[in-house]
T-cell receptor, first 112, second 115 residues
Framework: AQSVTQLGSHVSVSEGALVLLRCNYS??????LFWYVQYPNQGLQLLLK??????LVKGINGFEAEFKKSETSFHLTKPSAHMSDAAEYFC??????????FGKGTMLLVSP | DGGITQSPKYLFRKEGQNVTLSCEQN?????MYWYRQDPGQGLRLIYY???????QKGDIAEGYSVSREKKESFPLTVTSAQKNPTAFYLC??????????????FGDGTRLSIL
């Protein structure tokens, strides 16, 4: 069985501050991991994915994530938040099958 | 441009009525998926299909049905047996053939409400 835990349903940052969104996973086999972003009333867009190559993965819009096997984590970071980053972010895991298990999401709020 | 089209964007259902949500993709993807999204619950898998004329139940299939008669189409029917159908429904597709290492591409969703 696989599962994803996203710590914090809401995260608030100021514009220009570091963004850190936490994701921990559980998987019986080496996982594939994904981060998605969702803007209101829209579908999900892929930010980045980890598929067993480099442990530090760079994605779109300046986001990156680091796979840490010992901590079973895949936290998402961005050095400097923009107002346009305000959205809901989802971490997802696949354990080698074609289905994904999603976390419950973290809403990122960015204040000026 | 290639993508996934979901229609309608908003849908209203009366008690006891079946409704069908449309999902069409022109990405030539083999796999297609239906998710239900409720506030604070993330995405939960309803059904998925890896090939035409074949599909599997996800975690919350009760009260839903699907068909996959064409590669590009994967309609979802919300039946009257689904007692709490109000939600945001998302369709996705992927090139994944069982390995799990391919991302899913999403449509813009259909919001279903009960009258």
């Amino acid at each position: 069985a696989q599962s994803v835990t996203q710590l914090g349903s809401h995260v608030s940052v100021s514009e220009g501050a570091l963004v850190l969104l936490r994701c921990n996973y559980s998987s019986s086999v080496p996982p594939y991991l994904f981060w998605y972003v969702q803007y209101p009333n829209q579908g999900l867009q892929l930010l980045l994915k980890y598929t067993s190559a480099a442990t530090l993965v760079k994605g779109i819009n300046g986001f990156e994530a680091e796979f840490k096997k010992s901590e079973t984590s895949f936290h998402l970071t961005k050095p400097s938040a923009h107002m346009s980053d305000a959205a809901e972010y989802f971490c997802a895991v696949s354990s080698g099958y074609s289905t994904l298990t999603f976390g419950k999401g973290t809403m990122l709020l960015v204040s000026p | 441009d290639g993508g996934i089209t979901q229609s309608p964007k908003y849908l209203f259902r009366k008690e006891g009525q079946n409704v069908t949500l449309s999902c069409e993709q022109n990405l030539n993807h083999d796999a297609m998926y239906w998710y239900r999204q409720d506030p604070g619950q993330g995405l939960r898998l309803i059904y998925y299909s890896q090939i035409v004329n074949d599909f599997q139940k996800g975690d919350i299939a009760e009260g839903y049905s699907v068909s996959r008669e064409k590669k590009e189409s994967f309609p979802l029917t919300v039946t009257s047996a689904q007692k709490n159908p109000t939600a945001f429904y998302l369709c996705a597709s992927s090139t994944d053939r069982g390995g799990g290492n391919q991302p899913q591409h999403f449509g813009d969703g259909t919001r279903l409400s009960i009258l």
